[in-house]
């Protein structure tokens, strides 16, 4: 686990801030060269993932916030101080911000809403991809404690290990987040490989849905939970707890959307074509 990854000088820089910082650039780059091939200019590109990017971090932290209540009563301030750490995120809560401000934006501006959806949406995959390594090297969003061989311990002054958490110090995790992150790069070659076959405008965006809803929903099960949870499908065999999450809720919202969009946007093609015919 490496917080600080390197200073430059006496400035330390953060491995989750660096992390999320070079998925935002390489996210950004994809998305104009994606978006050029739909017919729209750079500019318009950047200026709308400028806007992605201050939504996917406010998002984040909103999400966080609501979830995690108790820990800011007293000091609401700190809400809005992400400067003091960034474990304090929630990147469903940020996709899903984000989604929303690009599609009001590419509204407003009277775009081509679903190629450019098409063409933006990868970005996200590999976001996750990126950042969710981050995550492993900050030593957040860790998994359950777990007997298999594949569990990781981290070092002793590890927020996993933190007497809020009721962790043992030194207890094997679940990696949750190389987890996420193999799965946002999977979630990338689908997306790409898909891309280069014959689809509907917006096909791209509802299978990014679909795969995060899905993927997001198993990989929570490994995930270590620190409030509440819903009493709706029983228990959770990997993580040793009743009910589903929040995020598993909204993971089965992100799928089920995934599967109504993609039905009308393919019925209203089909539609289309045959009304012109």
């Avoid at 063409?119 to 981050?134: E, Q």
């Amino acid at each position: 686990m490496h917080p600080v990854i390197f200073r430059i000088g006496t400035l330390p820089i953060n491995s989750y801030g660096l992390m999320l910082a070079i998925s935002f650039m390489l996210g950004l780059w994809l998305a104009a060269k994606r978006g050029e091939r739909a017919g729209v200019e750079r500019s318009s590109v950047y200026d709308l993932g400028i806007r992605i990017m201050i939504a996917a971090i406010v998002g984040s932290r909103l999400f966080y916030v609501v979830t995690h209540l108790s820990e800011f009563q007293g000091r609401w301030l700190d809400v809005i101080a992400i400067w003091k750490g960034l474990y304090g995120l929630s990147m469903l809560g940020g996709v899903i911000l984000a989604v929303a401000v690009g599609f009001y934006t590419l509204w407003r501006r009277k775009m081509p809403v679903w190629k450019l959806a098409d063409a933006v949406i990868p970005s996200f995959a590999l976001g996750i991809f990126i950042t969710r390594i981050g995550c492993f090297l900050n030593g957040c969003c860790f998994g359950a404690e777990t007997s298999c061989s594949i569990g990781v311990s981290f070092p002793d002054n590890a927020m996993a290990y933190a007497e809020t958490t009721g962790l043992a110090q030194g207890a094997c995790l679940y990696p949750t987040q190389l987890y996420s992150s193999l799965a946002g790069l999977f979630m990338l070659a689908v997306l790409l490989w898909a891309d280069r076959r014959r689809h509907f405008s917006g096909f791209i965006f509802c299978l990014f849905l679909g795969l995060y809803g899905t993927v997001r929903f198993g990989i929570e099960e490994f995930r270590f939970f620190d409030h509440e949870p819903n009493m709706l499908f029983g228990y959770s065999v990997f993580a040793g707890r009743p009910g589903v999450t929040d995020n598993q809720l909204i993971s089965l919202l992100m799928l089920l959307s995934a599967l109504i969009l993609g039905v009308w946007l393919y019925s209203r093609r089909t539609g289309i074509s045959s009304g012109s015919s």
